[in-house]
């Protein structure tokens, strides 16, 4: 039987690219790689205006606290360091290159020195940092930094590969195609955290991915394949650990706390691409989907190609669009600018018509069906926060536990009134925490204060 969740629900599927092979993108004439695409401290540039660059080479480095290097995707010039605004649209200082097309590559870029077997947990940590790898399922979490806080506090690594968001089918693709990375990258990650079992999660409606990668650990006894039902949201670290192990990880609580890390399967291949050949992470599978799309595809792009570049190589539109989404529909973030670069981040840009999005231009009211609240992962009352939320009742929906809302958007989802649930909750959430963070500071003033008098 395949393992599962409580809540969540079947969402259309769209992964109308499945049989769609990577094709390379031909890197652009520009590039533009912002300094910050990971959670943390931004870069500071290590080039300036005129500097010549190689492929692969550190543009960008983190001088204190957690964060990752960048690195160019092509070899060219800097033609400037300007603010651009990332897909969250806060405004993130950009690298921007002039590819001269020779495709130098930089003499950093060399495969790790040691055999695996003879590497240490602190030489992987150092290689992943060093590659400048971040969380590549959405999360952007410094990858180095996850492994380094799951060492000696976890038994389980378990490999995302559910991919469960409509539309994205970039996993799907690298678990066929390429599936020795992945497999190679989980052997690597249980060097770096000494354990001795891997589980990579697929869902069941990727058999053929199932049956490749299966036939491709034939002989390994450390990684096991577990396959998910197919439902939203099972790529949610949550759900997945829950599926797994039945171990429910509690709202403000991190995987390792129920000792378990959760990687995702492509950031699992850069770590292997980066030890096997030296690369750090400078290219990604991005899906191109959505009905304006002329022909969907998967594209191995370069980081700091424009959504742009992506979907002239896709043919260009066929309609106008609605909506440009860097992710998926349910949890990805709507896009202002046709030109905003891909990151390490970006598993998909979707281009979608008014047809296809939804309404959220009306006033709806809630018919008090319930369907949010069976099908909310979190077991949250989503109707209950939504309302909260729309009249300024922040401590109510706080008693609500709207903190816990992990924003899979499986409520708006499935409300027959239309009701923009979840963007109610997300608006909510920044007010309750931005009033806590400013409780805690004025707690923290008049604690010095007493201590001062
Ligand atoms: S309330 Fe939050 S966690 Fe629950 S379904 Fe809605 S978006 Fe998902
Ligand atoms: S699904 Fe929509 S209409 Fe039904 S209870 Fe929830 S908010 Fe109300």
């Known amino acids: 039987m395949a393992y599962t969740f409580k809540g969540g629900s079947r969402v259309v599927e769209h992964k109308n690219t499945k049989d769609s092979p990577i094709e390379k993108l031909p890197a652009p004439k520009m590039v533009a790689i912002p300094l910050s695409q990971h959670i943390g401290a931004p870069c500071a540039p290590t080039v300036k205006a005129g500097?010549?660059?190689?492929?692969?080479?550190?543009?960008?480095?983190?001088?204190?606290?957690?964060?990752?290097?960048?690195?160019?995707?092509?070899?060219?010039?800097?033609?400037?360091?300007?603010?651009?605004?990332?897909?969250?649209?806060?405004?993130?200082?950009?690298?921007?290159?002039?590819?001269?097309?020779?495709?130098?590559?930089?003499?950093?870029?060399?495969?790790?020195?040691?055999?695996?077997?003879?590497?240490?947990?602190?030489?992987?940590?150092?290689?992943?940092?060093?590659?400048?790898?971040?969380g590549m399922g959405g999360a952007?979490?410094?990858?180095?930094?996850?492994?380094?806080?799951?060492?000696?506090?976890?038994?389980?690594?378990?490999?995302?590969?559910?991919?469960?968001?409509?539309?994205?089918?970039?996993?799907?693709?690298?678990?066929?195609?390429?599936?020795?990375?992945?497999?190679?990258?989980?052997k690597i990650l249980l060097k770096a955290l000494g354990l001795r079992d891997a589980y990579i999660a697929v869902e069941n409606n990727k058999m053929d991915a199932v049956a490749k990668l299966e036939e491709k650990i034939a002989q390994s006894k450390m990684i096991h394949v577990c396959i998910m039902k197919t439902k939203y949201p099972q790529g949610d670290e949550r759900q997945l650990i829950y599926a797994i192990t039945g171990k429910e990880l509690p709202a403000g609580k991190l995987p390792a706390d129920v000792g378990c890390v959760v990687f995702n399967a492509e950031t699992c291949a850069a770590i292997y691409r980066a030890f096997a050949t030296g690369m750090p992470l400078i290219e990604r599978v991005v899906t191109v989907d959505g009905d304006c799309v002329q022909k969907p595809r998967n594209v191995l792009a370069p980081i700091g190609a424009s959504y742009r570049d992506l979907i002239e190589f896709c043919g260009g539109l066929k309609k106008t669009p609605e909506k440009i989404i860097n992710g998926g529909p349910m949890m990805g973030a709507a896009?202002?600018?046709?030109?905003?670069?891909?990151?390490?981040?970006?598993?998909?840009?979707?281009?979608?018509?008014?047809?296809?999005?939804?309404?959220?231009?009306?006033?709806?009211?809630?018919?008090?069906?319930?369907?949010?609240?069976?099908?909310?992962?979190?077991?949250?009352?989503?109707?209950?926060?939504?309302?909260?939320?729309?009249?300024?009742?922040?401590?109510?929906?706080?008693?609500?536990?709207?903190?816990?809302?992990?924003?899979?958007?499986?409520?708006?989802?499935?409300?027959?009134?239309?009701?923009?649930?979840?963007?109610?909750?997300?608006?909510?959430?920044?007010?309750?925490?931005?009033?806590?963070?400013?409780?805690?500071a004025k707690a923290k003033e008049n604690a010095a204060n007493i201590t001062v008098n």
Request: proline share 5%.
């Open 51 to 134: 500097d010549e660059v190689l492929r692969g080479q550190v543009i960008g480095e983190v001088k204190n606290g957690l964060g990752c290097p960048v690195h160019s995707s092509v070899s060219g010039v800097v033609r400037g360091i300007v603010s651009v605004n990332d897909a969250k649209a806060t405004p993130v200082m950009t690298v921007v290159i002039e590819n001269d097309g020779l495709d130098r590559l930089s003499p950093e870029v060399r495969p790790f020195e040691k055999k695996l077997s003879e590497a240490t947990t602190e030489d992987i940590i150092e290689l992943v940092r060093r590659a400048g790898i971040s």
């Open 140 to 186: 952007t979490f410094p990858t180095y930094a996850k492994i380094s806080s799951a060492v000696d506090r976890v038994d389980r690594l378990i490999i995302n590969c559910a991919e469960c968001e409509p539309f994205i089918t970039a996993n799907h693709r690298l678990m066929l195609e390429r599936p020795h990375e992945i497999i190679n990258g989980t």
């Open 335 to 440: 896009q202002w600018n046709i030109d905003g670069p891909v990151t390490k981040g970006t598993s998909a840009v979707l281009v979608l018509s008014k047809e296809m999005c939804a309404d959220t231009e009306q006033d709806h009211s809630c018919i008090r069906c319930g369907r949010c609240v069976r099908n909310c992962p979190m077991h949250l009352m989503p109707n209950y926060l939504a309302l909260f939320a729309r009249h300024g009742k922040y401590d109510d929906a706080d008693k609500y536990d709207i903190l816990s809302c992990v924003e899979c958007g499986t409520c708006s989802y499935n409300c027959p009134a239309h009701v923009p649930i979840v963007q109610y909750i997300r608006a909510a959430k920044g007010t309750i925490k931005a009033q806590k963070s400013a409780e805690r």
